[in-house]
Each structure stands twice: as structure tokens, then as C-alpha cells.
């Protein structure tokens, strides 16, 4: 079992979700997991014809040593663009326990 874990949650636009994992292994972390999603927030009312289409999201979901954590999720702030409006959202959440992950228990034995 892996403690002193962290998760960083990456919200992106469709097609930055590689842009967010390069980041993050430019940053130390050791991979990640893309999910696809939708969403709609309160700038993201667009339409087809009349007819409201829902955005598209990749969300990617990145365990990593909480000691690492801030410079990985700074890197992907830089990376993709977090700062500006409308491209997309990133949070940490401490870990209990993570099992399954076993080139991070190997480090953790070092």
C-alpha cells in the first residue's frame, strides 16, 4: 500500500489531455489516466444550428508522491494554459491508500 500519495484532477478542452500528461511527466510524475467526458460550464453555451452542443472534456487523472505534487500541478497550469479563462481546471486530493501502482511502491522501498 502506497501512502503519502496525491491525486491531481486535470478538467481539459478536448485534445490537451496528452499536452497535460507530457507536463506532468516533464514534472516527475511517473504517467496517467485519460478519461472522456462532457461538460458545460457558464461560459460554454454554444450552438449548431440552434441546437446546444456539449462540450467535450478529457479528464486526466495523475497519482503522484505529495511532496511532488505542487511542482507537477505547476507545470501543467504553464502547459495548459489554466490561467486563462475557459481552458480548463486542476486540483489536488490527498490519497489514504493506493495499491495497484507498483513502479511507485518500488521508489517508495529505496
Known sequence: MLLNASLIVTIVRKGWGNTVLEASVKAGARGGTVVYGRGIGVNEHEKIFGIPIEP??????????????????????????????NRGLAFVVEIAKVVGVPHLHNEERR
Open 56 to 85: 467535450e472534456k478529457e479528464i486526466v487523472l495523475t497519482v503522484v508522491y505529495t511532496d511532488k505534487a505542487d511542482a507537477i500541478l505547476q507545470e501543467i497550469v504553464r502547459a495548459a494554459e489554466l490561467t486563462e479563462p
